[in-house]
C-alpha cells in the first residue's frame, strides 16, 4: 500500500501588500478631501487682503482745496430772520431792562404779539394817581423809551392808545363816569407821545373802554388792579414780512 506523503503548505509572504495598498488608497482619500475643504474662495481671499492693506495703510489726508470760504455770503441763510413784531418786542424789552432799577415800572408793563401787531400793556398804578389823569413822573422814562422805539421802527402803521378802568363807579366834576376817565387817561397818553416825545399825531389815536373790555372779573382787588390800564397796540404796516 502507498505511503501517503504530507505536503507542507506554502507560507504567503506578500499579504502584506494588500493591506498596504488600502491603507495607501484610504491616505490618497484623506488628502482629496482635505484638499477640497481647504480650497480659498479667490475672490473673498482679495476681499480680506485688501482690507488688511487698507487698515494698516497710513492714513494721509488730501491738500485742502484753495477755495477761500467766506461766513458772510452766507449768513443770511444761516441766521433766522425775525418777523417785525418780533423785532418790535425785542427793542422794547431792552428798553425795559435799561430800567432794571426800577422794580415797579418793569413788572408794571406787559408786551404780548396780538394778530395784528403787538400790544403794550401798562398798568395804571404806573401811570396815575387814583381816580385822576395826569401822568406820573415815574412813567415818563418808560413812556420815553417806547416813544423812542416808535420813532426809530418805519413798520409802525398806527398806534392806538387804549384806556380801560375796573367796574367800581365815579362820580367827579372832571369825570361822570368811567367812560370819561379811561377816555381822558388814553388821551393824555397820546398826547405825551406826540407833544412830548415827537411822535407822528397822524400815527396816532386815543379812544376810551370804561370797564367794559375788563381782562378779570372783578370781584377781588388784584383782579380790579389787572382790569385799571392802558394799552398801546402798534399797528405794523406788513405783520408778516420779515426783516
Do not use: C
Request: aromatic share 6%; charged share 25%.
Amino acid at each position: 500500500m502507498a505511503k501517503k506523503i504530507k505536503h507542507e503548505e506554502h507560507e504567503n509572504h506578500e499579504r502584506w501588500l494588500v493591506s498596504y495598498a488600502d491603507f495607501i488608497t484610504l491616505l490618497f482619500a484623506f488628502f482629496v478631501v482635505m484638499y477640497s475643504i481647504s480650497s480659498v474662495n479667490e475672490g473673498k481671499f482679495r476681499t480680506v487682503s485688501e482690507s488688511i492693506q487698507a487698515a494698516l495703510r497710513p492714513v494721509v489726508s488730501h491738500p485742502a482745496a484753495d477755495v477761500h470760504f467766506n461766513l458772510g455770503d452766507y449768513k443770511s441763510s444761516l441766521i433766522p430772520t425775525l418777523s417785525l413784531k418780533m423785532q418790535f418786542v425785542r427793542r422794547i424789552e431792552e428798553v425795559l431792562n435799561k430800567l432794571n432799577k426800577d422794580v415797579q415800572a418793569k413788572e408794571s408793563v406787559v408786551i404780548t404779539e396780538v394778530d395784528r401787531g403787538v400790544m403794550v400793556t401798562i398798568a395804571d398804578s404806573l401811570l396815575f394817581e387814583s381816580g385822576r389823569a395826569e401822568i406820573r413822573q415815574e412813567a415818563l422814562p418808560v413812556l420815553a423809551g417806547l416813544a423812542e422805539v416808535l420813532a426809530v421802527n418805519t413798520s409802525v402803521k398806527e398806534v392806538r392808545v387804549q384806556g380801560h378802568t375796573d367796574n367800581v363807579p365815579i362820580r367827579s366834576t372832571l369825570f361822570p363816569s368811567n367812560w370819561e376817565l379811561s377816555a381822558t387817561r388814553a388821551a393824555m397818553v397820546a398826547r405825551m407821545l406826540t407833544e412830548l416825545y415827537r411822535i407822528q399825531p397822524e400815527q396816532v389815536s386815543a379812544v376810551g373802554y370804561a370797564e367794559f373790555h375788563a381782562l378779570a372779573d372783578n370781584l377781588t382787588p388784584e383782579n380790579r388792579a389787572k382790569n385799571r390800564r392802558v394799552e398801546l397796540l402798534v399797528l405794523t404796516k406788513d405783520q408778516d414780512r420779515p426783516l
